[in-house]
């Protein structure tokens, strides 16, 4: 079944205490990207990435670090993290034409305190 | 800068009354413009892909349709399982979603 898994689906931390939420897909997918979703602001893209050690930022990248060692795999690494960081997080890939659709994952709701 | 503004943000419905939502965009060299659903706490489900304008796209209750500058999600007769808050995204060198239009269908 072809799907994109985030983990964990849920964290509550406590500032500046480093996290990483992970992403893969099996798909084969040259392009994944993040998203932060806030009420009343949709989603905002943090980083993507075109393809292996190919990143970019995104709208919101501040406070925010990703890697793309592995095709499969964009974890996404929050150093220091803040409570404005508190939001829903989406991973996702697609082709790499970005012709076809986006397969989201379930999504971590991350809380900072 | 590529820009994609969905109205109305929110939209109530009684069951079988058809309406449009509207995905408005600017964006050079358009590869895509898609349709998802996304219900509370899960990811965005695709819908539709459109490609050039004059494209439409069906399924069940739902019509998309692609002018140059903007596309129509139509729902014709909406039950209360098509609430969800429906997301616009365009591609170019990347994705751009829009804030979203939240859909209540009241029984």
Redesign the interface.
Known sequence: EAQVTQNPRYLITVTGKKLTVTCSQNMNHEYMSWYRQDPGLGLRQIYYSMNVEVTDKGDVPEGYKVSRKEKRNFPLILESPSPNQTSLYFCASSNRDLNTEAFFGQGTRLTVV | EDQVTQSPEALRLQEGESSSLNCSYTVSGL??L?W?RQDP??????LF?L?SAGEEKEKERLKATLTKKESFLHITAPKPEDSATY?C?V??????????TRLTVKP
């Not at chain 2, 060198?93 to 804030?99: C, E, I, L, S, Y």
């Open positions: 590869r895509g898609f998802y706490g899960k990811g965005p489900e695709f892909t490609y997301l995204a591609s170019n060198n990347d994705m751009r979603f829009g804030a979203g």
